[in-house]
């Protein structure tokens, strides 16, 4: 059984920076497919970045060059590095672990952009 914990979520003010992390009980290797995704209050949870099976990485269009996904599969952890937040980067973000056929996702841990 593999459990997701998500860590790092806050109130930032615009411009700024969060680090979140997400730590797997569970050993957590280069094909297992890790990633962020994000549900802002009324919209559906929607893919913010993510490790492809490939070892590539996808990033939402609206993310590129302010977030920054990594993985330390030794210490069985996926970090999202977000950088210039705006107030639409207000969302609960979630931590999901493609395994196999399964899929585990985390508690989301809230971020808040506003000044």
């Known amino acids: 059984q593999v459990q997701l914990v998500e860590s790092g979520g806050g109130l930032v003010q615009p411009g700024g920076s969060l680090r979140l992390s997400c730590a797997a009980s569970?050993?957590?290797?280069?094909?297992?497919?890790l990633g962020w995704y994000r549900q802002a209050p009324g919209k559906e949870r929607e893919l913010v970045a993510s490790?492809?099976?490939?070892?590539?990485?996808n990033y939402a269009d609206s993310v590129k060059g302010r977030f920054t996904i990594s993985r330390d599969n030794a210490k069985n952890m996926v970090v999202l590095q977000m950088n210039s937040l705006k107030a639409e980067d207000t969302a609960v973000y979630y931590c999901?672990?493609?395994?196999?056929?399964?899929?585990?996702w985390g508690q989301g841990t809230q971020v808040t952009v506003s000044s």
């Open positions: 490790f492809t099976r490939g070892g590539s990485i």
């Open positions: 999901k672990l493609t395994k196999g056929a399964s899929e585990y």
């Open positions: 569970g050993i957590i290797s280069n094909s297992n497919v």
